[in-house]
């Protein structure tokens, strides 16, 4: 076993996991889940069959990843943050389940305790405010805090906020395109 298994942990024979993750004490990765090299899955948290994590992902503890949630690459999960994969939610379906999935990118980060709703894309280096409701897609590299979400400003890939002229605190210039925020080739000192 190429990774840390906390001996109170569950992962299923069938489950996928990286080189040099950990997991830990209370967490269950099912049969069928996927979560890549050097992640910390810690204590209790859920990742469901279908569900995908990158490499390099932290989720912070009692955080359930279910089906049709794909986390990215170097994403941060907050403690206690919630994914939807459900808009209308019975405990007996009578008809068919629609299953609406959600994409969190690469370096995006979410604060403790914040909800995502299915269906929504949260852009790259995003940061997502502790204890807010997400339900339309983020901009890459925007700060977004409340009920439901609205945009306070911008990030740098080190999340740092950027001043009005989209300079991060370490020089690194951005700029706004259709798709949010994107650094200035020849930047990479942050």
């Not at 906390?6 to 040099?20: D, F, Q, T």
């Not at 503890?61 to 939807?84: C, H, K, M, Q, R």
Request: charged share 20%; net charge negative; with cysteine.
């Amino acid at each position: 076993m190429a990774y840390f298994q906390h001996e109170k942990a569950l992962v299923g024979p069938k489950a996928v996991v990286g080189e040099g993750t950990r997991v830990w004490a209370f967490a269950n990765v099912m049969d069928g889940a996927v979560v890549g090299e050097h992640c910390n899955i810690c204590d209790g948290c859920f990742i469901e069959a279908g569900a995908v994590v990158g490499h390099h992902v932290t989720i912070k503890n009692n955080v359930s990843v279910y089906v049709g949630v794909t986390l990215e690459d170097d994403v941060f999960v907050g403690p206690n943050a919630t994914f939807i994969n459900d808009r209308v939610p019975r405990s007996h379906h009578q008809g068919q389940w629609t299953l609406e999935k959600t994409l969190v990118r690469q370096g995006a980060s979410l604060g403790a305790n914040c909800t995502v709703m299915c269906g929504v894309t949260i852009g790259e280096y995003a940061v997502v405010g502790a204890g807010s409701v997400v339900l339309k897609d983020v901009p890459a590299h925007a700060i977004v805090v409340g009920n439901p979400v609205r945009q306070i400003g911008w990030a740098g890939h080190d999340g740092q906020r950027l001043n009005e002229n989209l300079q991060s605190p370490s020089g690194r210039q951005y700029r706004l395109s259709d798709r949010g925020l994107e650094p200035v080739e020849g930047r990479l000192n942050d």
